[in-house]
C-alpha cells in the first residue's frame, strides 16, 4: 500500500522491434525512463521485465501507480506477417467476393500478372464466406429479413470449421445497422466464445470494400488482441498496478476491455503516441508554426515521418500495411523500409543498395554480435565512430564485427575504403529519408523550408540533420527524451471515444438543422468532460472529403463554407466557391480529464537537464554528441545549442543545399 504522502504515478509503455520504453512520471514533476532490451517471440514478457524494473530502481511502490498507458505494435503486426487463423464472413446474398474483387487497383501498369489486392486466401478464405438473406437499399430501408435460422446454420458451419471470428459485413449497414446488430445478437447466444465484428461499429461509412476490409481485419486480429490484453492485464493485477488503457490510432486512449471490441484502432499506436510526445514536448513560443516531426529507430527496420500542425498531429483517413490499404483514421505518418537494422547491398551493377529487406533486432546487426553478418545502417554508422561502445537499453556494440561485415558485403565489391563505403550507406539513408520527407509535405501543400524538423525516436538525432540539410530545412530540434518520446506522449492522451454518422447533406441551414439533430444520437458510453465536433465536407462529386472543425453553437454554413474553400485551396492548390458543398459524414469526440489531476502527463523540463551534462552548451560539428538515452550527430556547417527547456537546436549555417 502507498504511503498517504507518497507521489502518485502514472507509467507510459511503448513497444519497439528491439526495446520496450518505459516513461514514469510523478505527481511532484519527476520524469523517470528506461529503454528495456526485447526478447524474440515475446509479448508480454518484456514489457512486464521493463515495469519492474522501473517501480525497483526508483522505489515506486506498485499501489502508487494510478495510471498505465500502453502502445502496442501487435495489430500492425498482424496485418504484415498474417500469422493468425482465417476468419470467417456473413454478408448480404450477393457480397460474397467484395474482399476478393476490391477495387482493382493497378499497382504496375505493365505487369502480365494482376495480383489480387488482398491476400484474401490467408485472411478471409472463399470456403469461410457465407451468404445470408436480409438486405437494406441505398436509402437505410428494409428490402429482405434476417432469417435466423439461415444466419444460426452458416455460423455453426463456420464454427465446424474451425473459425474463432466472425466479420458481418451487410449491404448499406451503415445507413441501418439493424440487421447487423441483430446477427450479431443471435451469434453471441449461440457460440458465447466467438469473436464478432460488425461493419456498422467498425466503419459507419459507405463504400462497400473499404468497409467490409476494415471490419473483416478487425475480427481477423480480435482473437489475438483480446487474448495478449487479457494475459497483459492479469498480469498487472497481480502486481498490484492498474489495468492497462491503450493507444488508439485516432490519437485518444481507452480502456483494454473497449479496445477489445474494436482492435483494429491499434494499428497506427505506437505512430500517433510518437506524434503526441512530440507536440507536447515543443515549447510554447508564441508561434503557430507547422512541424515535421521524423521519427527514426535505430534498432528497428523503418523511419517514420509524421506532420503536426501548430503542435497538433494531422491525420489521414487511411493507412498503408503492406500490401493493405485500409481506411482507417490515423495520425498522418508514412513508415519507410529504412532503419538501424536495414540490410546494404551491392546489386549486380556495381550499385548500392539499403533494404527494404531488414536483419530487424534478431539476428540484428553485425555489430550486435547476436549472429547477424550482414552489413547494415547500424554496422556503418558504428564503423564512422557516430554511435558508443553501448546503446541505451545495455547492448554493446561490436565495432569489429561491424568493420568486417561492411568489408565483406559492401566495401570489397564497390573496391573502395571502409570508412567511404560506411558514409555511401548513410549518406544514402539521409537521401531516402528527405526525400519522402519532401513529398510528404508537398502533399499536404507545406513547404520544408518554413518547417522545423524534430528528431524523435532512438536513431532520429543520428540523421536528423543530414535529412534536414537534403529537404531545405535549416533547422533541427532534437528533444531531451527523444528515444523515448512516444511513450511520454501515451502519458499526455485523453480517454476519448469517437462516434461517427455518415450523411449526404448539403451544407446550408436546412442542412446545418439535420446535423443538430443527429448530434443526440451520437452519444458514448461513458461520461465525458468535453466533446470536439467536425464535419467531413466535399465538393458535390468529389470523392475524397476535407476535415473541418464544427462549434454546433456559433458556425454557420456561409463561416464553414468559406473555412472549407480557404483549407481545400491550401491542400489541393485550388478553390471552387461557386461550387455546391456537400456534408458526408458527422464526428463527435468525447474526452475525459485525465483519471488523477495531480500526475503531470507530461512535463517537458527539468528532469532531463542531465542528458546534456557532458555536452557543452554550444559548439558546431563535426561532432557526435553521446547522451543517456540518444547520440546526436552535428554534421560540418552545422552547430549546436542547448535551450533552455532542455532541447537541443541544431542550425545549418549555410543556406541548405536543396529544397
Known sequence: MAHPGAPRWAIGIDTGGTFVDVVACASDGRLLSLKHPREAGQLAAPMLAGIGRMLAEHGIAPASVVRLVHGSTIVTNLLLEHDAPPIGLLTTRGMRDVLALARQHRRDLYAQHVPPPTPEAALFPARLRREIAGRIDAEGHEVEPINDGEVLEAAAALVAAGVQSIAVCMLFSHLAPHHERHVRDLLARAHPGLHVSISSEVDAKPREFERFLGTALDAYAKPTVAGYLRELSDALVARGLPEPFLMRSEGGISPWRDVVRRPISLAMSGP????????????????????????????????????????????????????????????????????????????????????????????????????????????????????????????????????????????????????????????????????????????????????????????????????????????????????????????????????????????????????????????????????????????????????????????????????????????????????????????????????????????????????????????????????????????????????????????????????
Open 272 to 659: 500517433c503516441a510518437a506524434l503526441l510526445g512530440v507536440g507536447a514536448s515543443l515549447a510554447h513560443d508564441g508561434q503557430d508554426r507547422t512541424v515535421i516531426a521524423i521519427a527514426i529507430d535505430v534498432g528497428g527496420t523503418s523511419t517514420d515521418i509524421g506532420l503536426l500542425e501548430a503542435g497538433q498531429p494531422m491525420f489521414a483517413e487511411s493507412m498503408q500495411c503492406g500490401a493493405l490499404s485500409v481506411r482507417l483514421r490515423c495520425a498522418d505518418v508514412e513508415s519507410l523500409s529504412v532503419g538501424g537494422g536495414s540490410i546494404a547491398q551491392v546489386s549486380s551493377g556495381g550499385g548500392l543498395r539499403l533494404g527494404p529487406r531488414s536483419q530487424g533486432a534478431w539476428p540484428g546487426p553485425a555489430a550486435y554480435a547476436l549472429g547477424g553478418t550482414r552489413a547494415t545502417l547500424t554496422d556503418a554508422l558504428v564503423v564512422l565512430g557516430r554511435l558508443p561502445e553501448q546503446l541505451a537499453g545495455g547492448v554493446r556494440l561490436d565495432s569489429a564485427a561491424a568493420l568486417g561485415a561492411l568489408a565483406r558485403e559492401v566495401a570489397m565489391p564497390m573496391d573502395m575504403p571502409v570508412p567511404q563505403a560506411a558514409a555511401a550507406i548513410v549518406e544514402a539513408a539521409a537521401s531516402t529519408m528527405a526525400e519522402a520527407l519532401k513529398m510528404r509535405a508537398f502533399e499536404r501543400g507545406l513547404d520544408p523550408a518554413a518547417c522545423l524538423l524534430v528528431a524523435a525516436g532512438g536513431g532520429g538525432a543520428q540523421h536528423a540533420a543530414e535529412v534536414a540539410e537534403l529537404a531545405g530545412i535549416a533547422q533541427v530540434r532534437v528533444l531531451p527524451h527523444a528515444s523515448v518520446v512516444a511513450a511520454l506522449g501515451l502519458l499526455g492522451a485523453l480517454p476519448s471515444q469517437a462516434r461517427e454518422q455518415a450523411c449526404a447533406l448539403p451544407l446550408d441551414a436546412a442542412g446545418l438543422a439535420q446535423l443538430q439533430a443527429m448530434r443526440s444520437a451520437l452519444t458514448p458510453d461513458r461520461p465525458y468532460d468535453t466533446v470536439r465536433w467536425s464535419l467531413e465536407l466535399c465538393h458535390t462529386g468529389q470523392e475524397s472529403a476535407i476535415e473541418i472543425a464544427w462549434n454546433p453553437s456559433a458556425d454557420d454554413a456561409a463561416g464553414l463554407r468559406d473555412l472549407f474553400d480557404r483549407r481545400h485551396r491550401r491542400l489541393r492548390g485550388i478553390a471552387m466557391p461557386g461550387r455546391p458543398v456537400q456534408v458526408r459524414l458527422l464526428r463527435a469526440v468525447f474526452e475525459q480529464a485525465l483519471p488523477d489531476p495531480g500526475v503531470k502527463a507530461v512535463a517537458s523540463r527539468g528532469p532531463y537537464r542531465s542528458a546534456w551534462q557532458d555536452i557543452p552548451a554550444e559548439g558546431v560539428g563535426p561532432r557526435a554528441l553521446f547522451a543517456a538515452l540518444t547520440t546526436v550527430w552535428v554534421p560540418p556547417g552545422w552547430r549546436w545549442t542547448v535551450r533552455d527547456d532542455d532541447a537541443l537546436d541544431l542550425h545549418c549555417m549555410t543556406e541548405p543545399a536543396h529544397g
